[in-house]
Structures are given as structure tokens and as C-alpha cells.
């Protein structure tokens, strides 16, 4: 199960709730945000795809995906996530303890967030567009982990699940056949002009 959870970043700004000094809001995620995966294949999110995970998931907030550095949730009260028309938003109530944090956002040192998840296995979209790269569009996220405050993005460094490991694999495979029957095809053209 652990090794099917994807990662994703995005730029955000973050803003302070008003007259709450500890309350920090912002987006995990936001919808028709093409990310590339790797050259020619990108992905985005759907609107309403986070519709049915967020009440069955007891999402974390988190410093860098990291377990160790909780710094809300929504089982307790302290996170609160919702979708709107933008994306995955979120408030939290930041520990007190955690001022480290609050001020490398007020400072700008850290902008970014990300979010943990998992995608039914029906829960995306493919298609090829005409430059001949790929577009895939998740449609239904099955669980939200976590989201988190993040220093660099998750999406360089995450690992690719198995999920989006066999797409991207039938995207490549698919690739070198198309290559390779355009080589067949130049090389016949070049015999017949000989």
C-alpha cells in the first residue's frame, strides 16, 4: 500500500487566516495544473476529483512529508481540507511550538506544498495529444494522506508508484514501436529510391 502513494507539488501562496496569528491557509493541489512527468508525458488533476476522498481520508498536515513533523490533522480539528472551484484547500492551526515554520512563511523561504494520495484504478484518464505527447487526467483520488508544507517539491524526488510506473511504461513501449515502424518505413522509402 505504501509504495502506491503518489506525491505532487505545486507553487502556492500562503496566506494568514485574518486576526489568527497560528492559522495558515493555502491549496495542496490544484485542478488543470499540467505537471510534467517525465518529457512528453503530463499529467493534471480533474475539478471534483478529490470529492469522495476527503471524507473517508484523515489527512495529516506535514513539514516536508515527513511523519515526524505533524503539524495538524483532521481527525483532531487542528487541519481542515475542502475542494472548491481552485483545487484542494486547506487551513491549519499550527502548534505553537512549530513558530519555525510560521516565520519561513512569512519570510517566503518556504512556498510550496504537495499532497500524498492514492487513485482508484479506474481513476484516470489518457490520451495523446498532436505534438505526440500524453496527457493524463486523474479523475478520482482514493485517499489523501497528507498534505504538506513543503521546502522542495515532492514531485522531483518522489518515487513513481506502480500505478503511474505501468502507464508510463505502455507510454514508452507504445513510443518505440511508433518509432521503430517510422524507421522501417524511411528505410523502404530510401530503398525504393535507389
Not at 104 to 114: A, F, Y
Request: with cysteine; aromatic share 8%; charged share 30%.
Amino acid at each position: 500500500m505504501k509504495n502506491d502513494i503518489e506525491k505532487r507539488s505545486f507553487n502556492v501562496e500562503y496566506r494568514q487566516v485574518e486576526g489568527d496569528k497560528r492559522t495558515v491557509a493555502g491549496y495542496a493541489a490544484l485542478y488543470n495544473s499540467e505537471t510534467q512527468l517525465r518529457p512528453g508525458i503530463f499529467e493534471r488533476i480533474a475539478p471534483g476529483a478529490f470529492k469522495n476522498a476527503i471524507s473517508v481520508s484523515d489527512i495529516r498536515a506535514l513539514l516536508n512529508h515527513d511523519p515526524n513533523h505533524i503539524l495538524g490533522r483532521v481527525k483532531s480539528g487542528t487541519l481542515r481540507v475542502w475542494e472548491d472551484e481552485k483545487g484542494l484547500a486547506f487551513e491549519c492551526d499550527l502548534p505553537e511550538s512549530r513558530g519555525d515554520v510560521l516565520e519561513s512563511l512569512k519570510r517566503g523561504d518556504v512556498d510550496q506544498c504537495s499532497f500524498a494520495f492514492t487513485i482508484t484504478e479506474d481513476g484516470f484518464d489518457m490520451e495523446k495529444r498532436s505534438d505526440g505527447s500524453r496527457l493524463i487526467t486523474i479523475t478520482k483520488i482514493d485517499r489523501i494522506y497528507d498534505v504538506t508544507i513543503a521546502t522542495y517539491p515532492a514531485y522531483e524526488d518522489t518515487v513513481v508508484s506502480a500505478r503511474c510506473a505501468g502507464i508510463l511504461k505502455k507510454i514508452e513501449e507504445e513510443t518505440k514501436q511508433v518509432n521503430r515502424r517510422n524507421e522501417n518505413l524511411l528505410r523502404l522509402a530510401q530503398a525504393s529510391i535507389i
